[in-house]
Nanobody, 117 residues
Framework: QVQVVESGGGSVTAGGSLKLSCTVSGSLAAIKVGGWYRQAPGKERELVAEIRDDDSTLYGDAVKGRFTISRDRGKNTVFLAMNNVKADDTAAYHC???????????WGPGTQVTVSS
């Protein structure tokens, strides 16, 4: 059974940094597209960043210039480096991984990020 797991969340002070990781188990297929999404209480889920099979990236307007998405193909892992975090970045961060030869992406359970001012 394919499972996606996020890690690296926690509490951080505004202006600080945090790095999230997302990895997959239960499949030998490589990650084709990796995406980070977040959802704060009372708000809709929004795209944070996405990395595609050609390593091109896409960022949500709220995080451009502060967050960086990357991948380690050897470890089949996608990362999200969060710099200069703000209180508005507080949310549950979920990873979605689309694997090669799979028809849909897999979601992880999420990791909480809390930014205090």
């Amino acid at each position: 059974q394919v499972q996606v797991v996020e890690s690296g969340g926690g509490s951080v002070t505004a202006g600080g940094s945090l790095k999230l990781s997302c990895t997959v188990s239960g499949s030998l297929a490589a990650i084709k597209v990796g995406g980070w999404y977040r959802q704060a209480p009372g708000k809709e889920r929004e795209l944070v960043a996405e990395i595609r099979d050609d390593d091109s990236t896409l960022y949500g307007d709220a995080v451009k210039g502060r967050f960086t998405i990357s991948r380690d193909r050897g470890k089949n892992t996608v990362f999200l480096a969060m710099n200069n975090v703000k209180a508005d970045d507080t949310a549950a961060y979920h990873c979605n991984l689309l694997l090669y030869w799979e028809p849909y992406g897999y979601w992880g359970p999420g990791t909480q990020v809390t930014v205090s001012s």
